[in-house]
């Protein structure tokens, strides 16, 4: 497991009676950590990269 200094920023919406805007960051992830979100759950990542 190699941890790398990227990071993972996404701007998001809540949609209700409103559209509100908001941004997402998460710190340092590791390639694993990253893929698990990207994946969707640990459930996925686990079926995918068996």
Do not use: A, H, P, W
Not at 11 to 27: H, S, T
């Amino acid at each position: 497991m190699q941890l790398r200094t990227r990071y993972l920023q996404s701007k998001l919406f809540v949609v209700n009676k409103d559209m509100k805007e908001f941004e997402l960051k998460l710190g340092e992830l590791t390639d694993d950590e990253r893929q698990i979100i990207l994946d969707g759950c640990l459930i996925n990542y686990y079926r995918e990269n068996k």
